[in-house]
């Protein structure tokens, strides 16, 4: 029926595999830092790379709907980040010097030397510090709901009481729930993402790991692994930052803070979208995306 969750207007059922029908894609694993990792890529390997960044506890199939049209231009690859996702979840802390070791590790298995980077939240802000730590290698910046500059103590807390309930109970209702903070529009809260995310979280080892997946939410390795507003204003790749309106309060500031600070920055205000906007909005969005990293 019309309006169901994962129905279009007209009641055309939406899922990650619809999204993909079309497109020429390749899902694999490569050993990078030693750590099995879930990636995947689509475009022609000679075409400029952009390399997509996933959230706290995420997965690839967020850029779904990103894949198709931005691989017409250029060679996509979005991966599960070490600890994230299908990847190898290693007994260690995930900080953000090992998201960006991590992330070069898997360029350099697939042969890739430069890349645009596009990421949400948490892949904003490995996105933001590889730029710092790899400027040679980092051509632009596509940052959604960015973090990495400040940190309020309410939303760590939050993030990881909603966490740690998912994996100590990953129940349908536990795991939906996840979605209500990430997009705003329930019809686009698809089952199928929701089923991949329960997946992730029913895996023996996602729940031996979550307290290393929430480490940055620790206030004293947060503000260890945070970037100043001195190095925020020292990243040299242009980038497109992303204000989404329905986000929480503490992203939508972040975003419009780095997009002051970041020398060469447009903004593209999604006043209707939350958490995910690529995924919410995904025309709106690769359209402008498309034509960022696609402009000299």
Known sequence: MTGEVGDLEGGEHQSIWTELLNVSFRQGFVEALGYRTRFVEAG???????????????????????????????????IDMVGNGFSEKPDVDYVIDLYVAHA????????????????????????????????ERVDKLVLMSPAGLVATASNMARIRAERTAAVENPSWPTIKALFDHLIADERNRIPDIVAVRQ??????????????????????TRDANLLSEQEWT???APA????????????????????ALIPTTEILEMPGVRHWPHFEDPDRFNEAAIRFLAAP
């Not at 645009?116 to 948490?122: D, F, W």
């Open 44 to 78: 022609d390997p000679a075409a400029p790379a952009v390399l997509m960044l996933h959230g706290t506890g995420g997965h690839w199939e967020t850029f779904a709907r990103n894949l198709g049209p931005m691989s017409e231009r250029f060679h996509c690859v979005a």
């Open 104 to 135: 070069f590790a898997v360029l350099d298995v697939l042969g890739i030397d430069r890349t645009s980077i596009m990421g949400t939240s948490l892949g904003a802000w490995v996105a933001a510090r590889s730029a710092l730590s790899h400027p």
């Open 199 to 220: 997946a992730i979280y029913r895996l023996p080892e996602s729940k031996q790991v979550i307290d290393h997946v929430l480490a940055l939410q620790d206030a004293d």
């Open 234 to 236: 020292e990243i040299a």
């Open 240 to 259: 497109l930052v992303i204000a989404s309106g329905q986000d929480y309060s503490e992203y939508e500031s972040t975003a419009r803070r780095v997009a």
